[in-house]
């Protein structure tokens, strides 16, 4: 089992940087892929950026790509993603999410088992 705390929303104008944290608790963390998926106000839910459990392989949504980055620290239990160059179009709910342990990340929502709670990020023009 897997509980993910994600930290670090806010509300940031246009051209900012936001960085956020996913806490994750239980065992073999490192067996888990991780990724970062977003809901805008009205809008289903969309991939934003993925790692893999095994050598730290990044996948990216291309509006994202060459302005965020996701990495993840093994030791801390824990996957970030940091957001540079903001644009209003970033604003959602971001949320972290785990596939079930050694089941590669994937960009469909329907594929993830567990999930934290979201974080707001608000990006104003």
């Known amino acids: 089992q897997v509980q993910l705390v994600e930290s670090g929303g806010g509300l940031v104008q246009a051209g900012g940087s936001l960085s956020l944290s996913c806490a994750a608790s239980?065992?073999?963390?490192?067996?888990?892929?991780l990724a970062w998926f977003r809901q805008p106000p009205g809008k289903v839910r969309e991939f934003v950026a993925g790692i893999s459990w095994s050598v730290g392989i990044t996948y990216y949504e291309d509006s994202v790509k060459g302005r965020f980055t996701i990495s993840r620290d093994n030791a801390k239990n824990t996957v970030y993603l940091q957001m540079n160059s903001l644009k209003p179009e970033d604003t959602a709910v971001y949320y972290c999410?785990?596939?079930?342990?050694?089941?590669?990340?994937?960009?469909?929502?329907?594929?993830?088992?567990?999930w934290g709670q979201g974080t707001q990020v608000t990006v104003s023009s």
């Open positions: 239980g065992r073999a963390f490192s067996d888990y892929g």
């Open positions: 999410t785990a596939p079930p342990r050694h089941i590669a990340v994937t960009k469909s929502p329907d594929r993830y088992r567990y």
